[in-house]
Structure formats: structure tokens, C-alpha cells
T-cell receptor, first 110, second 114 residues
């Protein structure tokens, strides 16, 4: 699986958009980009995933650059409950294992 | 409600005393997996199963066993637990097939081996 690089921590004001970047410059053509988050030792929660097109669901938007070497997770209106560690993972189409690195600790502040 | 259920949520036990952590999913998922999470090491896969009676090793299988006799259950067995298996454990499941379905995780089991 391709290695990912994320900032260690970020702050965001409540109600504002949170933009979490991820670099995955060695991504292969068949690898998807997944985003999960983990709130204080609870089970990782799936947020969104994509291959090359931008994706949106009820939780977030995922923007993938045209060369697929980086992506951004956008939480449009962050709330205090969005405070968590966010993990960006790349995994191939047929892959089953997810390798979680250090992630980004997002702190949403009032 | 679709969910992955692990039991127990917390367990403190002693070295060498066999234990089993159960995992059950109600989503009819073919794929199930066990991970452990340790500070500074992220989430590492222990074992996974792609269907009934099909299991395979992940990154860190030593000291663990699994079985998949039914589709919904995937227990993790520590035959002779040791202190280095003190960790936070997560079970996950996903649907196999097209579009690379995401994994869904349980709430975790915190094991302390004294």
C-alpha cells in the first residue's frame, strides 16, 4: 500500500470548514483513498473514499488532485463532536488490509 | 442497526490464561478482520478472513488464533497470553465485491495481560 503523509495536528473554529490534507505521492492506479476518523479510542469510523473523482456524502467531501498524489478531506461545518484523529489511507481495489499511520489530530474549538 | 459487536469491552487477566474475544456482525459481510492498536504504532492487522473457513495472517499474527465457522462470527483466541499482547483490539468487517467497500469497525476491546 502507498505511504501517506498527514500533518500531525490542526485546529479549526466551530462552524468553519475543516480542510485536512493528505499526500500520497506513490499511489498506484488501482489504489483508493479512504478516510477514517477515531474519537478517543473508539472504533475507527469510516468517512468517505474515492478513486479519482471528487466525492461527497452526508459527512464530508473528498477532493483528489488530478495527478492523484494528494487529497483533501473537507468537513463543511465543523462541530465540537468532530474533534478526533483523522486517518488517510490508500489501499488497492482488491486489498483487504488497512494500515493506519499517525493521522491528523483535529481539534475543533468554540 | 448495522453493527460490529465485540465482547468483552475490557478485560484484565494474567499471563498464560487462555482467553477469547468474540466478534459478531449483522451485515452479512464476507470479510472480517482483527487489528491491534498500540501507541505510536497505529493500527496493525492480526488476522483476516474472506469467508467461512478461510483465514489468513496479517502483519502481526504471532500468539493469536482465529476461526471462522459461521459468517457472522470471527473470534480472536489468545491461547497463552503474554504482557506484550496488552493492547486495544478492533474487529472489522466489510462486504466483498465491487467498488472496494469500506471496513466497519467495532467499538474495541481493551486487554491488559499482567
Amino acid at each position: 500500500d502507498a505511504k501517506t503523509t498527514q500533518p500531525t495536528s490542526m485546529d479549526c473554529a466551530e462552524g468553519r470548514a475543516a480542510n485536512l490534507p493528505c499526500n500520497h505521492s506513490t499511489i498506484s492506479g488501482n489504489e483508493y483513498v479512504y478516510w477514517y476518523r477515531q474519537i478517543h479510542s473508539q472504533g475507527p469510523q469510516y468517512i468517505i473514499h474515492g478513486l479519482k473523482n471528487n466525492e461527497t456524502n452526508e459527512m464530508a467531501s473528498l477532493i483528489i488532485t488530478e495527478d492523484r498524489k494528494s487529497s483533501t478531506l473537507i468537513l463543511p461545518h465543523a462541530t465540537l463532536r468532530d474533534t478526533a484523529v483523522y486517518y488517510c489511507i490508500v489501499s488497492p481495489n482488491a486489498g483487504n488490509m488497512l494500515t493506519f499511520g499517525g493521522g491528523t489530530r483535529l481539534m475543533v474549538k468554540p | 442497526e448495522a453493527q460490529v459487536t465485540q465482547n468483552p469491552r475490557y478485560l484484565i487477566t494474567v499471563t498464560g490464561k487462555k482467553l477469547t474475544v468474540t466478534c459478531s456482525q449483522n451485515m452479512n459481510h464476507e470479510y472480517m478482520s482483527w487489528y491491534r492498536q498500540d501507541p505510536g504504532l497505529g493500527l496493525r492487522q492480526i488476522y483476516y478472513s474472506m469467508n467461512v473457513e478461510v483465514t489468513d495472517k496479517g502483519d502481526v499474527p504471532e500468539g493469536y488464533k482465529v476461526s471462522r465457522k459461521e459468517k457472522r462470527n470471527f473470534p480472536l483466541i489468545l491461547e497463552s497470553p503474554s504482557p506484550n499482547q496488552t493492547s486495544l483490539y478492533f474487529c472489522a468487517s466489510r462486504r466483498m465485491g465491487l467498488s472496494n467497500q469500506p471496513q466497519h469497525f467495532g467499538d474495541g476491546t481493551r486487554l491488559s495481560i499482567l
